[in-house]
């Protein structure tokens, strides 16, 4: 015996009665009294500070025990909870709080990403709000004095949102990508490389912000369709008086600075041509007519002009043929001296003039409407621009292989395996990745110019003087490293890399990073990219994937559609394990699902039966005793504790599948369909029966432990309600989420009881079934008979009182099934049973003969597949002996079913 809380542990009750050690108080729990209503936002609040103040969600670095690690994908600082969050992080939390259970080592180590250009714009906002200034009018220094203001204040915003959600991170651990040991593993990956020589400084076409005056990685462009036009236009071909090349293009804009039109080699249309030369429409210049593959014969004419500076297909074609670049639309959006007499104008306005100058000069043939993919700043919203310019790119093509390798060779395993080939594909055809950024919140790229002998210099400390010739007349660049450089580093760099710590040596590789698939490329692929090359070691060992949350109509999210469903609000009306159990339910890995609010209403029905079954069997604990003699087990005893160990065996084999929706719903059908509506049913009159303590106390026994378990089972999906009841019931651990994980147990495991168990249920839905066709009241019992085989009978006589109970029979007669079928009864057939009610006075004959014609058809519509499938030589060929020996047994039971419906419609005649 020992004290657990100020609370006396019992030892473990005998061997085979029971999967936990019982106690014999209740832990924070006001004896049995479990309020009517279950209220979440009280419990959640009073069970998230009791986990928090117990440390729970903590973990040290323990030497010998197995490790389980998760690194949280870092949310914006800028950023609030939505419903891609909440999927997210819920899948993250199930799979700590299964395996702090599991009794591993848990960590979670959460944190925020400072979001560069997302949260300089949301100061520079304000800013401009309440001062109406800029950055520039503050100065760098100044401005970053005001974010980290910012970032105080608001940073943590969306970390408490995720507190609300019950999400189980070591807090203790909370990392930020701009922190001290961030910046310092930012510093050594950019100089390493640097001096690798796979990071350097060139020239090259990126996405380009007008608006925000900066170059965007791939995932801050929104590609959305614009209505918009295709412009068809001519250009005379200058070796031949008369004849034009006619290309369509949505982009007029652009004209002045096609410096050749190109066309597919393949093309019969064009084939003379080619290395002949076009006058550019609206300029003074002769642009040459080129052949390359990468054009679309079925777009527009099949001859594509091309504009190096401005396209980024474009600029690879340029690179291809040697063909000049010319920039006639700056940085800022405005067209540029190159233009011509369209300089000074925006690209709206050039636009416009352009179109009206080829209409006025005959050029243009036509105009049809033309929706197209357009890239807009995920900022701002401006249309993005391609342009060149001078940025600092990471030379990918060295660092692809080990983090192909690591994926290919199973090292690191994509859940569902088909986002494999998302992954390999796309690292085939890698670019350099450019990382420098126009702004000022982020990671200062850490390289040093000297203004007097010109040396270009990376430091992993800030340089006051030239390492070449010791001048200290030397600047750092101007520039912000890409949020997703820092971002690729997450999981070493939360855990003290470039040290050597006791954390990182326990904990990394990490075990499994969950994720969407829309950033596999921006994200996955570059933290396998900098853990192969820095760690040499692959940064988790799964990488679960999962969909979006999407409206009920199948639409993303999304401010514009007005579509968005804030998580808090759902939160506040329903409750945490409400929305979390919703989430996760019904979704299979990898793929989208629809938020529909009555799944959401269905769920909280769930948490209800589960609150309203529990309070019953708390009501009927009365005088419990962990160390009270028990009776033997009943039929249904054994039945709820086989069913346990057998949903405790699969919940974890579907949990370690990465089926979390299918565990939950096995969770959901045991609770709900076997322990609700049938055992807590089947055990009240042993439990209401006070004279009989060893029969009481074996119900309230079997009762306590089925609860308990299933409990243990919900909790990583709702850990609020399943804590609030856990505290409530005989238990052992302080805390349900430190408290075993169910392991099934063999010797409790009983096929037969099953069996019986089922058929006998069974029957007693058949017998509600005829009851509610021809409408017999509730309360009023019944007779019934029923035809078993051999192999039941005995079972079924010993059990009956379960009929009697659960189908309001007031007699039952049990007999072989060769016996005469009852005359004048209603008739229904489950497996290796035959019910009968003889319901004389009550039935309606009419409608008893359509019912059973109905059920006849429907029979006659399964055999015929079923005989189908028995006929085709071909399935006969394939399929496997066991399942061909089922369809053969299934069509078996449906003749069998077929044959009693047609003796009863014979009956019903003689009536």
């Given amino acids: 015996m020992r004290k657990i809380g100020g609370t006396t542990i019992i030892r473990p009750v005998r061997k085979g009665q029971g999967l936990f050690i019982l106690r014999r108080n209740f832990f924070m729990c006001e004896e049995h009294n479990i309020p009517k209503v279950y209220d979440p936002a009280s419990v959640e609040k009073k069970w998230y500070k009791f986990w928090e103040e117990h440390r729970y969600f903590h973990a040290e670095v323990e030497e010998g025990k197995d490790a389980f690690s998760i690194v949280i994908p870092p949310p914006n600082i800028t950023g609030q909870l939505h419903m891609g969050h909440a999927l997210d992080n819920t899948l993250q939390d199930i799979l700590i709080r299964w395996h702090r259970m599991m009794g591993h080592n848990t960590l979670w180590m959460p944190g925020y990403d400072h979001a560069g250009l997302a949260t300089q714009i949301k100061v520079e906002e304000v800013i401009k709000k309440e001062e109406g200034k800029t950055r520039y009018d503050l100065g760098r220094e100044e401005f970053l004095k005001r974010v980290w203001e910012w970032k105080e204040q608001y940073g943590d915003r969306i970390i408490n949102q995720l507190k609300h959600l019950g999400v189980s991170c070591d807090w203790e651990r909370k990392r930020f990508t701009m922190d001290e040991g961030c910046s310092k593993a930012v510093r050594e990956v950019f100089c390493t490389l640097f001096e690798k020589g796979l990071i350097y400084k060139g020239t090259r076409i990126t996405n380009w912000c007008v608006n925000c005056n900066t170059a965007l990685s791939d995932i801050e462009v929104e590609h959305k369709d614009d209505p918009g036009h295709l412009w068809y236009i001519n250009y005379p071909v200058v070796e031949e008086e008369g004849r034009s090349l006619m290309i369509a293009t949505t982009r007029p804009e652009t004209l002045p600075g096609d410096t050749a039109v190109a066309v597919n080699p393949e093309d019969p249309r064009y084939g003379d041509l080619v290395g002949k030369t076009l006058r550019l429409p609206t300029t003074d210049r002769i642009i040459p007519i080129i052949a390359d593959s990468y054009v679309d014969t079925k777009f527009g004419t099949g001859a594509v002009k091309i504009t190096p500076s401005h396209d980024p297909n474009d600029y690879e074609m340029g690179i291809r043929h040697n063909l000049p670049s010319i920039v006639v639309i700056g940085m800022d959006g405005i067209m540029t001296k190159e233009a011509g007499k369209y300089e000074g104008m925006t690209r709206e306005e050039c636009r416009k003039a352009i179109v009206a100058d080829l209409k006025a000069d005959g050029y243009l043939v036509k105009v049809e409407e033309h929706s197209h993919a357009v890239g807009h700043c995920q900022r701002c919203g401006h249309a993005v621009e391609s342009q060149v310019s001078t940025q600092w790119f990471v030379k990918m093509e060295p660092l692809v292989k080990a983090a192909v390798d690591c994926v290919e060779d199973g090292r690191t395993q994509f859940v569902p395996e088909r986002f494999t080939k998302t992954y390999t594909g796309w690292m085939d055809n890698i670019r350099d990745w ?325 058929a006998i249920m069974e029957s007693i839905k058949a017998i509600r079934n005829m009851r509610a066709e021809v409408n017999v009241p509730p309360g009023k019992k019944v007779p019934a008979t029923m035809l078993v085989a051999a192999d039941l009978k005995d079972g079924i006589e010993a059990n009956a009182d379960y009929i009697h109970l659960m189908g309001a029979i007031s007699e039952l007669t049990v007999l072989a099934d060769n016996a005469a079928k009852p005359g004048n009864a209603m008739a229904a057939v489950v497996a ?46 394939k399929a496997p002996e066991a399942v061909i020996e089922k369809e053969k047994a299934k069509a078996e039971e449906l003749n069998g079913k077929k044959a009693a419906i047609n003796e009863r419609l014979e009956y019903l005649k003689t009536l």
Wanted: with cysteine; proline share 4%.
């Fill in 832 to 877: 290796g049973i035959e019910v009968y009610l003889p319901l004389a006075g009550l039935i309606d004959v009419e409608k008893e003969n359509a019912r059973l014609n109905k059920e006849l058809a429907a029979i006659d519509k399964e055999l015929s597949r079923v005989e189908g499938k028995l006929g085709n030589a071909g399935f006969l060929a």
């Fill in 434 to 758: 450019c990382i420098s950024r126009q702004i000022w919140w982020g990671h200062r790229i850490p390289v040093w110019y000297c203004d007097d002998c010109g040396e270009m210099s990376a430091s992993r400390t800030d340089l006051t003087v030239c390492p070449k010739c010791g001048s200290a007349h030397i600047h750092q660049d101007e520039d912000a490293l890409d949020t997703w450089f820092s971002s690729a580093l997450w999981p070493f760099s939360t855990m003290g890399w470039p040290d050597k710590t006791p954390l990182l040596k326990q904990f990394y590789p990490t075990s499994v990073l969950v994720t969407g698939y829309d950033i596999i490329f921006f994200w996955v692929a570059r933290m396998l990219i900098m853990g192969m090359e820095f760690m040499h070691e692959i940064p988790f060992d799964k990488v679960f994937i999962h969909g979006l949350v999407r409206d009920s109509q199948g639409r993303k999210m999304s401010k514009s559609l007005g579509n968005g469903i804030d998580p808090l609000e759902v939160i506040d009306q329903y409750g945490a394990d409400t929305l979390r159990f919703m989430l996760i339910t019904g979704n299979t890995p990898g793929n989208d699902m629809r938020f529909y609010w009555e799944r959401v209403e269905a769920t909280r029905n769930f948490a209800n039966k589960i609150w309203n079954a529990s309070r019953f069997a708390l009501m009927n604990m009365e005088g419990y005793d962990a160390n009270a003699k028990l009776a033997p087990y009943t039929l249904a005893d054994k039945w709820i504790l086989s069913r346990l160990q057998h949903t405790a065996k699969s919940v974890t084999e579907m949990l370690e599948k990465f089926e979390l929706g299918e565990a939950g719903r096995m969770i959901y059908d045991f609770i709900w369909g076997e322990v609700c509506d049938w055992y807590i049913e089947l055990a009240k009159p042993r439990l209401y029966n006070k004279e009989n303590a060893e029969e009481r106390a074996t119900a309230q026994h079997v009762l306590a432990t089925v609860l308990t378990s299933a409990m243990q089972l919900l909790h990583p999906y709702m850990p609020f309600i399943t804590e609030e009841i856990y505290q409530c019931l005989p238990h052992e651990a302080e805390s349900i989420m430190i408290s075993k994980w169910p392991e099934a147990d063999e010797a409790l495991m009983d096929d037969e009881a099953e069996r019986l168990m089922g």
